[in-house]
């Protein structure tokens, strides 16, 4: 297999509070506001690496509900599975991937993250049940051909 078309799988949880808040983390490395997540490692399962993403990043034990989406972002090849998921322990943290934390309403998810990772959290808060697909360039989704 050509290494350049391979592709990277990370996850990310949407920790939704009882006010219908969700947890966004400002990364450490970039400034941007996300929901807390990574990349899977590889002998790691998906759930497995899902509350180890969440934990260190937040210091919050996490139980996922839901797959709400999954989205591709088309210029680095990364694959993202995002889960509602909700706190079962622990309080939230600065660690040394993130500088800082918000608990945010929808309407307020757009002045805060770009819009390929806006839509991530939206998402869950608005699932119906049915996992979203979409795919960025990073910054903006990519319209579907289909």
């Not at 819009?115 to 991530?120: E, K, Q, T």
Request: proline share 3%.
């Amino acid at each position: 297999m050509d290494h350049d078309s391979r592709h990277s799988v990370s996850v990310a949880g949407v920790i939704v509070d009882d006010q219908a808040r969700a947890l966004l983390i400002q990364r450490r490395d970039n400034g941007h506001w996300e929901a807390p997540g990574g990349v899977l490692e590889t002998n790691e399962d998906i759930l497995s690496g899902l509350k180890r993403e969440v934990r260190e990043e937040t210091g919050l034990e996490v139980e996922p509900e839901l797959l709400t989406g999954v989205y591709k972002n088309m210029e680095r090849g990364i694959v993202a599975l995002v889960f509602r998921c909700r706190r079962t322990g622990g309080s939230p943290v600065t660690t040394d991937e993130s500088r800082a934390f918000r608990w945010v309403t929808a309407g307020e998810i757009d002045s805060l993250a770009t819009p390929a990772f806006a839509v991530r959290v939206l998402d869950a808060l608005n699932s119906d049940g049915k996992a979203a697909i979409r795919q960025h360039d990073g910054v903006q989704l990519i319209s579907s051909d289909s």
